[in-house]
């Protein structure tokens, strides 16, 4: 089981990573901001956060940002899970930290697989993985 704190302004969507992630057997942690999500992910300190870019305030890449500068959540892996597609969104995600990136809309079983892939890998392993699809997008942006 994986304690997952979902950020995110929209409930439908929380109430779909929700059902989804719980049927798998994971402990769900819901937050509408960018706000509320850091004072929990500081607070519960879950295993995996999923993290929406387009929030009201304070965008998710800022709360990826402060996530990393933070000592107590700086290790804890992010899923962006976002309807921001485009090659430049994706690049500016992977820099930033992300360790997966699903976008909107979105299936359930992607969902849940990235969940499960980031939640099996070491940090090394993230991080040599966000090189990778930061390599990919390079490459492609060149073409």
């Known amino acids: 089981m994986v304690r997952v704190l979902v950020i995110d302004d929209e ?41 929406d870019i387009m929030l009201p305030r304070q965008d998710g890449f800022s709360v990826l940002r402060q996530l990393h500068e933070r000592e107590s959540t700086k290790d804890i892996p992010v899923v962006l899970l ?21 976008t909107k809309p979105f299936s359930p079983v992607a969902l849940t697989e990235a969940v499960a892939r980031v939640a099996g890998m070491t940090p090394e392993e993230r991080a040599a993985s966000r090189r990778k699809h930061l390599d ?6 060149r073409l």
């Open 11 to 51: 409930p439908d969507v929380i109430l779909l990573c929700r059902v989804n992630l719980e049927f798998e057997g994971h402990e769900v942690l819901e937050a509408g901001s960018g706000e509320e999500g850091l004072a929990i992910a500081e607070r519960e300190l879950p295993d995996l956060i999923v993290l």
């Open 82 to 102: 976002t309807a921001k597609a485009r090659e430049d969104d994706q690049m500016r995600g992977w820099r930033t930290g992300a360790d997966e990136y699903v």
């Open 136 to 141: 990919q997008l390079s490459l492609l942006h």
